[in-house]
């Protein structure tokens, strides 16, 4: 074969959540059956990067490496750019190419707004202006990957008519979300709309259903209505279709690649915080 699909996802500590990407892949092969679609996680799967990249160079003349990931933060900047290149010094008649990841552009947005959509039908359809939007993201060190979620929360406020469209995160940075709930209500929502910005289930979406039903117990008189992830709505295998079909526009070169500093952390595994500080002009 000429040319190998690497999916990669995150990996769950939650079983399902590995086997809903699996699934995920399965469905996006079946509508591409002249293409060789292989998956690896980067951790807690049975199939890790490495493994991964030499399973889709084995019998492949190019491999497309696509990152499963919402926005480029430092599992995208840093460990799937140096597991390419380690897996380029072992297969050097092998051409890897690296996809954008998922992004969060104009395609997310469009699946934001038609989940909030069908949950504010949800809740009978209430005053915009006393229904609060809240966008709940995973979190992250980078702050340009947090910076995409307010992205995304600014655009639907400029779609719709709320009067507060506000974000929060499940951890590593601020604010959580039941600081940004308790905002709300002291601003005077009634109704609240939760989505989370996430691909595939695991054990923070677990979290966040418990977070909502303590709100529900917190606030008995607040209308809270929870969103799912959207790994499988139609709108992300578009985006897959895209990068797939675009990667030759790019060369396969990502945003960060041959950045000085994300070279000089290389050896560093475990570092995922991207220091863009020293007048360092950069597109992430």
């Given at each position: 074969?000429?040319?190998?699909?690497?999916?990669?996802?995150?990996?769950?500590?939650?079983?399902?959540?590995?086997?809903?990407?699996?699934?995920?892949?399965?469905?996006?092969?079946?509508?591409?059956?002249?293409?060789?679609?292989?998956?690896?996680?980067?951790?807690?799967?049975?199939?890790?990067?490495?493994?991964?990249?030499?399973?889709?160079?084995?019998?492949?003349?190019?491999?497309?490496?696509?990152?499963?990931?919402?926005?480029?933060?430092?599992?995208?900047?840093?460990?799937?750019?140096?597991?390419?290149?380690?897996?380029?010094?072992?297969?050097?008649?092998?051409?890897?190419?690296?996809?954008?990841?998922?992004?969060?552009?104009?395609?997310?947005?469009?699946?934001?707004?038609?989940?909030?959509?069908?949950?504010?039908?949800?809740?009978?359809?209430?005053?915009?202006?006393?229904?609060?939007?809240?966008?709940?993201?995973?979190?992250?060190?980078?702050?340009?990957?947090?910076?995409?979620?307010?992205?995304?929360?600014?655009?639907?406020?400029e779609d719709m008519q709320h009067d507060l469209v506000d974000i929060a995160f499940t951890g590593i940075t601020l604010p959580r979300l039941e600081t940004v709930v308790q905002r709300q209500v002291k601003l005077g929502m009634t109704q609240i709309v939760i989505q989370p910005v996430y691909l595939f289930t695991g054990v923070l979406i677990e979290r966040i259903e418990q977070q909502a039903a303590r709100l529900r117990q917190s606030y008995p008189h607040i209308a809270f209505a929870l969103g799912g992830y959207f790994g499988f709505d139609a709108g992300i295998n578009k985006i897959v279709d895209a990068r797939v079909r675009d990667h030759a526009a790019t060369g396969g070169r990502l945003d960060c690649d041959g950045c000085k500093y994300r070279l000089a952390a290389a050896h560093d595994h475990h570092h995922h915080q991207h220091d863009h500080d020293h007048n360092h002009a950069h597109t992430c």
């Amino acid at each position: 074969m000429n040319e190998t699909i690497l999916l990669i996802g995150h990996g769950s500590r939650k079983t399902a959540g590995n086997e809903e990407i699996l699934c995920f892949a399965e469905t996006w092969r079946s509508h591409h059956s002249g293409l060789h679609v292989e998956v690896c996680f980067i951790e807690h799967g049975k199939v890790l990067m490495n493994d991964g990249l030499d399973k889709a160079a084995a019998n492949s003349k190019q491999v497309i490496v696509v990152p499963l990931f919402l926005n480029a933060a430092g599992h995208v900047k840093m460990d799937i750019p140096q597991a390419v290149a380690a897996a380029r010094t072992r297969h050097p008649g092998i051409e890897f190419v690296s996809t954008a990841p998922l992004g969060m552009g104009r395609e997310i947005h469009a699946i934001l707004r038609h989940r909030i959509e069908h949950l504010l039908k949800e809740l009978a359809v209430p005053d915009p202006r006393t229904t609060g939007i809240i966008l709940l993201g995973r979190g992250s060190s980078d702050a340009g990957a947090n910076g995409e979620i307010a992205k995304m929360a600014r655009w639907l406020f400029e779609d719709m008519q709320h009067d507060l469209v506000d974000i929060a995160f499940t951890g590593i940075t601020l604010p959580r979300l039941e600081t940004v709930v308790q905002r709300q209500v002291k601003l005077g929502m009634t109704q609240i709309v939760i989505q989370p910005v996430y691909l595939f289930t695991g054990v923070l979406i677990e979290r966040i259903e418990q977070q909502a039903a303590r709100l529900r117990q917190s606030y008995p008189h607040i209308a809270f209505a929870l969103g799912g992830y959207f790994g499988f709505d139609a709108g992300i295998n578009k985006i897959v279709d895209a990068r797939v079909r675009d990667h030759a526009a790019t060369g396969g070169r990502l945003d960060c690649d041959g950045c000085k500093y994300r070279l000089a952390a290389a050896h560093d595994h475990h570092h995922h915080q991207h220091d863009h500080d020293h007048n360092h002009a950069h597109t992430c």
